[in-house]
């Protein structure tokens, strides 16, 4: 990218030299592997380029940097948490259970919108909402699990649904 | 992102509170007529109605097992902990799933076993190759051996052709025998269930085991010749047994069925298990446990459990 024409002007380029190394560095002091620090980072800073921010008027280009890139960094660990919860189910289960290969992929990529979606919400909240949609318990049952009202349960449900449509939104 | 108006909020809101009053099954034939009126009221209400019961089908449409272990699993503030505990090990099932979608070949099959899996092979000459948990083969049936790449196996071969064991340790000959072999990285334990085995280990001369004999092989050579009782059932049955063991050990060999993480107070490492447990249904081992040992089980997830001393055990 040349930025012959606006010499004064921050650009992309200016922001990816001076900032790439020092973000890749502080993100892999919180992950173990080298590579996904340079993945996020190159993530971190494609983000910047998707997002509307003019760069010209970026004022603190590392604040920002390190916003987008602990949320990615979040995201990350969120995603893999799941990963690996999923591999480990899949791996408990009788092979004539489990999906095909062809759809575990698939599935995965299905429950990580869905685990995105239901982020945020409180442990209890998100509990009450799994069990209801997925083993169809009553809210009666779901009250007796958690030990707390049906009154509460109702509570629980309407802030997931409206948390999930919300973000649907 | 562009952040919803106060009226889309509040319609969503809406539809979210008629949906839980809805599922409660709390609504009177006054509620339904109201909940109604106000979907026909306006057509936002009815969009909003309609994408919730979109998001039902969502969920419905997963396995229920599968989705509820992936999502109801330790929560993200957990982040920091499960940071460290998967640095490490986030690109071996991912490198497991890849193996399990490669198509066997014909001539050199790879099998494998998940951690909690058993799996028996019928091969073309009759014998019968089983795998035992976290294990992996390779098959070659064309100069009939078998590579044990890790994990434990068994063999039955009633034939006179002879299929070669191949381990890190050594080789192990069976013919019109039936054979176990269980390696790890210091060694490999084989045990003689039927007939009679020939074994070269790495270094010094071959041997030959019989029937109830069992041997270590390592690296520096072969241990001594020991009996053990062939008729007591194992894991080729899907049992766990134990006489009069120490909790340490059982527990460490449980833990080998096991996904995720299993740990205990040092304090229990000695208590004594005797039992026959079946190995299909590892929590309810546990539970088996607790309900004969001074013990509790907490589970944070089936995958993270922990066993404390029980605190009013006199």
């Known amino acids: 990218m040349s930025d012959a024409a606006m010499p004064k002007e921050q650009t992309f380029h200016d922001l990816y030299r001076d900032h790439r190394g020092w973000l890749e560095s502080w993100l892999s002091r919180r992950l173990s592997n080298g590579c996904d620090a340079a993945d996020l980072s190159q993530d971190t800073f494609l983000r910047l380029l998707a997002s509307s921010q003019r760069i010209a008027d970026l004022q603190e280009p590392r604040a920002y940097l390190l916003t987008v890139g602990k949320r990615l960094l979040s995201n990350f660990y969120q995603r893999r948490s799941l990963e690996q919860a999923y591999l480990a189910a899949l791996a408990a289960m009788p092979e004539d259970c489990a999906p095909s290969p062809e759809?575990?992929?698939?599935?995965?990529?299905?429950?990580?919108?869905?685990?995105?979606?239901?982020?945020?919400?409180?442990?209890?909240?998100?509990?009450?909402?799994?069990?209801?949609?997925?083993?169809?318990?009553?809210?009666?049952?779901?009250a007796e699990r958690l030990q707390v009202s049906e009154r509460t349960i109702k509570r629980y449900m309407a802030q997931a649904y409206e948390h999930c449509l919300l973000v649907d939104l | 992102m562009n952040s919803p108006t106060a009226d889309a909020r509040q319609v969503v809101r809406a539809a979210a509170q008629w949906l839980?009053?809805?599922?409660?099954?709390?609504?009177?034939?006054?509620?339904?007529?109201?909940?109604?009126?106000?979907?026909?009221?306006?057509?936002?209400?009815?969009h909003a109605?309609?994408?919730?019961?979109?998001?039902?089908?969502?969920?419905?449409?997963?396995?229920?097992?599968?989705?509820?272990?992936?999502?109801?699993?330790?929560?993200?503030?957990?982040?920091?902990v499960l940071k460290r505990a998967l640095g490490a090990v986030a690109l071996v099932p991912a490198a497991w799933l890849i193996s399990r979608q490669l198509p066997l070949e014909v001539w050199r099959a790879d099998l494998h076993t998940a951690t909690g899996e058993r799996k028996k092979v019928q091969l073309a000459d009759g014998s019968s190759l089983q795998l035992n948990t976290a294990s992996a083969v390779d098959v070659d049936v064309q100069s009939?051996?078998?590579?044990?790449?890790?994990?434990?196996?068994?063999?039955?071969?009633?034939?006179?052709?002879?299929?070669?064991?191949?381990?890190?340790?050594?080789?192990?000959?069976?013919?019109?025998?039936?054979?176990c072999v269980r390696q790890d990285t210091r060694g490999c334990r084989v045990s003689v269930y039927n007939g009679v085995v020939q074994l070269q280990p790495l270094q010094g001369p071959a041997l030959t085991?019989?029937?109830?004999?069992?041997?270590?092989?390592?690296?520096?050579?072969?241990?001594?010749?020991?009996?053990?009782?062939?008729?007591?059932?194992?894991?080729?049955?899907?049992?766990?047994?134990?006489?009069?063991?120490?909790?340490?050990?059982?527990?460490?060999?449980?833990?080998?069925?096991?996904?995720?993480?299993?740990?205990?107070?040092?304090e229990l490492e000695a208590l004594r298990v005797t039992g026959s447990f079946r190995l299909d249904d590892t929590d309810r081992v546990l539970a088996l446990l607790a309900a004969s040992l001074p013990l509790e089980v907490h589970s944070r997830t089936r995958y993270w459990v922990t066993l404390l001393p029980r605190k009013n055990s006199v």
């Open chain 1, 103 to 142: 759809t575990r992929w698939l599935l995965l990529e299905t429950l990580q919108a869905l685990d995105e979606l239901l982020d945020g919400l409180p442990r209890a909240v998100r509990r009450a909402f799994l069990w209801s949609q997925l083993e169809g318990l009553t809210y009666q049952q779901i």
């Open chain 2, 20 to 46: 839980a009053l809805l599922e409660s099954g709390q609504a009177n034939e006054q509620d339904r007529a109201n909940l109604q009126r106000w979907r026909d009221s306006c057509a936002t209400h009815e």
């Open chain 2, 49 to 80: 109605w309609q994408k919730a019961q979109a998001l039902r089908q969502r969920f419905a449409d997963l396995p229920s097992a599968l989705a509820l272990k992936s999502l109801d699993r330790p929560e993200p503030g957990r982040r920091v």
């Open chain 2, 144 to 179: 009939r051996r078998l590579k044990l790449i890790e994990g434990e196996l068994s063999l039955n071969v009633p034939g006179a052709s002879p299929l070669t064991i191949q381990t890190r340790f050594g080789q192990v000959i069976v013919s019109q025998s039936e054979v």
């Open chain 2, 209 to 266: 085991l019989r029937s109830g004999q069992q041997i270590n092989l390592q690296a520096s050579g072969a241990g001594a010749i020991l009996p053990f009782d062939a008729l007591m059932p194992g894991w080729r049955e899907g049992v766990l047994m134990a006489k009069d063991q120490p909790l340490g050990d059982f527990l460490r060999e449980l833990g080998t069925y096991r996904p995720g993480v299993l740990r205990w107070e040092p």
